[in-house]
């Protein structure tokens, strides 16, 4: 049958078998304009072919599946559909609500550890110091340079220590 386009006027060959009873909507392929067509009864229209126009299609395949949910929504209690649409977001909100309280545990976890090798690398240090001072005439023996190392480096602590303390009064 031979279809013909509200907008741009260009007709269509197309089987009969794909528009049913209570028509269906169309897009031209020409103007892309959409439209809901039905079926009339005049035959002479129908019978009709025109030749130049069989390579041109109109894009109905697209709307095969909006036809089939408009069915199932016509047949369906729409307070139903409600629900379920509520209901699924409800339960994605609630997922997105335990992602994210993942993320900041795991955040959470990764400072932690940070802080403890920080602190477990401060007293490791601060261990080989001590270690270093009460064995540092020993070592001197071997590393004649070590003592006046450590004087400065314990020169050093104090004026930190010092200088914390004045930060902080």
């Known amino acids: 049958m031979i279809i013909e386009c509200p907008e741009c006027n260009k007709k269509f060959n197309l089987d009969e078998k794909l528009i049913p009873k209570n028509g269906r909507a169309l897009q031209c392929s020409n103007c892309d304009h959409v439209w809901h067509y039905k079926i009339t009864l005049n035959k002479n229209t129908n019978l009709q072919k025109i030749s130049e126009d069989k390579d041109t299609e109109l894009d109905i395949d697209k709307f095969e599946k909006v036809d089939e949910i408009k069915i199932k929504i016509n047949d369906d209690n729409t307070s139903d559909i409600n629900e379920k649409v ?82 902080t009064n």
Do not use: H
């Open 86 to 167: 509520i209901s699924e977001i409800k339960a994605d909100d609630t997922e997105i609500k335990k992602n994210e309280d993942k993320i900041d545990y795991e955040q959470g976890i990764k400072f932690k550890m940070i802080f403890i090798y920080f602190v477990i690398l401060i007293i490791s240090i601060l261990g080989l110091i001590f270690l270093l001072d009460t064995f540092k005439y020993n070592l001197s023996n071997v590393f004649p340079g070590i003592v006046p190392l450590f004087d400065s480096l314990y020169e050093t602590l104090l004026d930190l220590k010092l200088f914390f303390k004045d930060l």
